[in-house]
């Protein structure tokens, strides 16, 4: 059974609030997992463009995840929290069972999942969903960008550990406040679906799919993104997904049928050709012009390199 907060956003908030404040309230955290992006995602690994942060509440998953250029692979229990920056990826395994509430951090709201899994099978035997709609207050947007800092220092002690905590209060708070002016229905369900579409951008994502996910007919999709994104809905899955082949482009050594895969296109050319129109260069001109920039900024910081930038002129 899933709930979603468009369905009963009372009863999901308060679920997720229950647990968390439990979680809180019961231990501290004992141990903070952090990825990165010096690997390229292998197949089926989960990447979104914003950070998500999880906590197992009962049981264990075994999850991969990419850390310092190497491929490393983690048990988190509770009292553990799991740690993915924006373009980063871990790739969990829901063998056995669990419970795990994981928070994704969007550019307009952050999303809640409370899902369990009675483990041996890939879809989770229950999942509620809750969202905080443009609630991203200084306090919250301040300590997650000192953990996304942090987890790239690489450093010990436990200040990863007090950050995430607060971080974690954080968002009890905005969830446990009660909001004086919800946005719209109309708006809600749409930024939840722009949430759904950069957490699954990767795999089949058309109108259709997403209409079916949200109990909607795929016409009242496209009448969403009209009126409140004023964009049609590819438009906005392409913008996601270029968004996505850039930070490839400029971080992995990819051909451009691996970049393509890896943004949730299947036909290379048909990538290339929607780069072009959102970007107005190719992907390999895109890569080219950024290889430029990075030899010029080295030139600047550091004078012994100014031959490699004239070259790169």
């Known amino acids: 059974m899933r709930v979603t907060i468009e369905n009963a956003p009372d009863e999901a908030r308060r679920a997720v609030v229950h647990e968390l404040d439990l979680f809180l309230r019961g231990r501290h955290l004992r141990r903070v997992h952090f990825a990165d992006g010096s690997l390229a995602p292998p197949p089926l690994a989960y990447v979104t463009n914003f950070a998500r942060l999880s906590i197992p509440l009962e049981g264990f998953h075994t999850m991969q995840l990419a850390r310092n250029g190497k491929t490393e692979s983690i048990r988190p229990v509770r009292g553990h929290a799991v740690f993915v920056p924006g373009h980063s990826w871990n790739l969990p395994d829901w063998a056995h069972p669990v419970k795990v509430l994981t928070f994704l951090f969007g550019n307009k709201q952050i999303g809640v999942s409370l899902v369990r899994h009675k483990g041996g099978n890939d879809l989770p035997s229950s999942a509620l969903k809750a969202n905080v709609h443009r609630s991203y ?32 209060y954080s968002c009890l708070r905005l969830l446990s406040s009660v909001q004086a002016q919800r946005p719209r229905k109309g708006m809600r369900t749409y930024e939840s679906i722009c949430l759904y579409v950069q957490e699954n951008f990767r795999g089949p994502i058309s109108r259709e799919i997403v209409a079916q996910h949200f109990g909607l007919s795929s016409t009242h999709v496209s009448r969403l993104f009209r009126q409140e994104g004023l964009m049609r809905y590819s438009d906005y899955v392409n913008l996601v997904r270029v968004n996505r082949a850039k930070f490839v482009l400029r971080n992995y050594n990819m051909t451009l049928k691996e970049v393509a895969a890896n943004c949730g296109y299947s036909d290379a050319a048909y990538f290339c050709q929607v780069f072009k129109k959102i970007s107005k260069v190719t992907p390999a001109q895109y890569k080219d012009q950024r290889l430029k920039g990075m030899a010029v900024r080295s030139a600047v910081e550091n004078p012994s390199h100014r031959a490699a930038a004239a070259a790169a002129k």
């Open 137 to 168: 207050d200084g306090l919250t947007e301040n300590l997650l960008s000192a953990l996304t800092i942090f987890s790239a220092d690489h450093s010990k002690g436990p200040l990863a550990r007090l950050l995430t905590e607060s971080l974690l």
